[in-house]
């Protein structure tokens, strides 16, 4: 095979990659780097900066693909996103620019692995659950009007929700910032255990309004992973694209699927992030 070939070949591996990356990152909300960064390191032979670098602008991707559908289709709370995010940037701050020269990475490696691990449980204890039931708006919901409603395609109907856990939520999307900042990761997984485990809105709110959130986070830490030289055009251009056309397919896949469905994919991708962090905190890299 000449080098002209093998070079096609690396780019379609790329791309298959970063599709399945894309269709993944749309449905629970997290961005697709829990499967593009270990291929792309251990497989393609790719250099971790680099592919952290194209991660960073998959997260883009993804929230502009499927963020933009969510929004339209009116799954996302933009109200709670924007909410949310005021905490998530102070986190992000406070973790970058305070806590980061201060910190031991590897013990906070290992406490976000187990945080993650720990926030297993309450997910499978209402894995079988279609919607949360019973749940009342608290004062800051009525504040902020935080309760909406969205039609499910699976359901056939209207699905109304009301949102509570306002306070501890706001506690939870700080910590996402501050791990973010310190860690270097994406704070999309704390995004919807927010979401889901403490404010209780329906899983497709969550990662929908997810997937909104991430892309904010994503584009205000882009343009130092581009000061740093860590966006190669090589790389991110077949990443960008081919996670973009996940995107939207993984959002008509979300539509049809039972909230049950999207908690399980989330339930997984939960416990292996979980399992990730908690071996990257004793040296152990993918």
């Keep these: 095979m000449g080098p002209g070939a093998a070079a096609i ?3 379609l591996k790329v791309a298959v990659v970063s599709f399945a990356g894309g269709v993944v990152g749309s449905i629970i909300g ?3 780097g829990i499967i593009i960064v270990p291929i792309l390191v251990l497989v393609l032979g790719v250099p971790i900066q680099d592919a952290i670098g194209a991660n960073i602008i998959s997260v883009i991707a993804v929230s502009c693909g499927a963020g933009s559908v969510y929004v339209r289709n009116r799954i996302t709370n933009v109200r709670i996103a924007m909410f949310l995010e005021v905490f998530t940037a102070a986190g992000a701050i406070v ?3 305070v806590l980061a020269p201060l910190a031991n990475s590897q013990i906070l490696s290992i406490l976000f692995g187990f945080t993650l691990l720990v926030a297993l449980i309450p997910v499978l204890a209402k894995i079988a659950k279609e919607l949360p039931e019973g749940i009342q ?3 800051m919901a009525n504040f902020l009007r935080l309760n909406s409603s969205y039609y499910d395609k699976r359901l056939e109907r209207k699905v109304s929700y009301n949102v509570t856990g306002v306070p501890p939520s706001t506690g939870i ?3 996402a910032g501050a791990f973010s900042g310190l860690l ?3 704070g999309g997984v704390l995004n919807v255990v927010a979401q889901e485990l403490s404010m209780k809105i329906p899983t497709k709110v969550s990662t929908a309004t997810s997937n909104f959130m991430i892309g904010v986070t994503a584009a205000s830490g882009a343009g130092i992973y581009l000061g740093r030289g860590m966006v190669t055009p090589y790389l991110v251009v077949p990443v960008a694209s ?3 056309v996940g995107a939207f397919i993984g959002t008509r896949l979300m539509a049809r699927m039972s909230n ?3 908690r399980q994919v989330f339930a997984v991708v939960l416990a292996i992030i979980g399992v990730k962090m908690v071996l990257r905190g004793f040296g152990i890299n993918y």
């Design 30 to 32: 997290i961005g697709g």
């Design 173 to 175: 999307m700080f910590l």
């Design 95 to 97: 973790g970058a620019g």
């Design 260 to 262: 049950i469905r999207v």
């Design 9 to 11: 070949l690396w780019i």
């Design 137 to 139: 708006n608290d004062r």
């Design 184 to 186: 270097g990761i994406g």
């Design 242 to 244: 081919a996670v973009m």
